[in-house]
Structures are given as structure tokens and as C-alpha cells.
Nanobody
Framework: QVQLVVSGGESVQPGGSLRLSCEAS????????MGWVRQAPGLGREAVAQ????????YYPDSIKGRFTISQDGAKNTIYLQMNSLKPEDSAMYYC??????????????YGQGTQVTVSS
């Protein structure tokens, strides 16, 4: 069973940057992609960045493109989410996920722990 360990969430001012990390340990049978999903209070979960671990294909929703970048370090079984030009509406709990790449996205099958990102002046 894969475990996803997240680090990097904190409070930051609008316009600032943060980098989240997620290390996968254990077996990932049938799983070939990872990503990040966020959830703000009172709202549903939203995928913000996903990556195919083998081919490197990525997915970003239009609301995120150009501000967030997902990357991977295969040697460390780790993915990263670089978040720039942060806005107050980016405040949420961010979860690392793993899944099976399909149709250009990575529908989550496994959720890791969450890390809180707060963007406020």
C-alpha cells in the first residue's frame, strides 16, 4: 500500500511563492501518476496539478495554468508543486494523490495527508 507524505504548507502573503513536496513510499501497483488536489472550507475538491510519472505529461486546470508547476524526482519518488503568484483564493488544504493516468488526467485513487496553505496579508 502506497503512503504519500506531504510537506511544505504554510502561510504566505499574496503574490508570494511556496513549494509543496510529496514523497511516495511502498508499492504502487497499477498506479502511474500523482498529483495535487485542494479543498477550501465549504467547497469541493479541485485538482490543481497532475503528472504522469513515466512520460511526464501534465495536467493543470485553466485557473492554475502559468502559476503552478508540478515536477517529479524519480530517484526520490517525490513530486513537487511550485506555486507562484499566490492569491487568497488559493488558500486550502492541499492533498497529494496517486492514481492511474486516463484521458489526460490522474483521477485520484489514493489520498495522502493534507497540508494547509494560507494566503493572507
Amino acid at each position: 500500500q502506497v503512503q504519500l507524505v506531504v510537506s511544505g504548507g504554510e502561510s504566505v502573503q499574496p503574490g508570494g511563492s511556496l513549494r509543496l513536496s510529496c514523497e511516495a513510499s511502498g508499492n504502487m501497483p497499477g498506479l502511474n501518476c500523482m498529483g495535487w488536489v485542494r479543498q477550501a472550507p465549504g467547497l469541493g475538491r479541485e485538482a490543481v496539478a497532475q503528472i504522469h510519472l513515466g512520460g511526464g505529461s501534465t495536467y493543470y486546470p485553466d485557473s492554475i495554468k502559468g502559476r503552478f508547476t508540478i515536477s517529479q524526482d524519480g530517484a526520490k519518488n517525490t513530486i513537487y508543486l511550485q506555486m507562484n503568484s499566490l492569491k487568497p483564493e488559493d488558500s486550502a488544504m492541499y492533498y497529494c494523490t496517486a492514481g492511474l493516468w486516463y484521458g489526460g488526467t490522474c483521477p485520484p485513487r489514493v489520498y495522502g495527508q493534507g497540508t494547509q496553505v494560507t494566503v493572507s496579508s
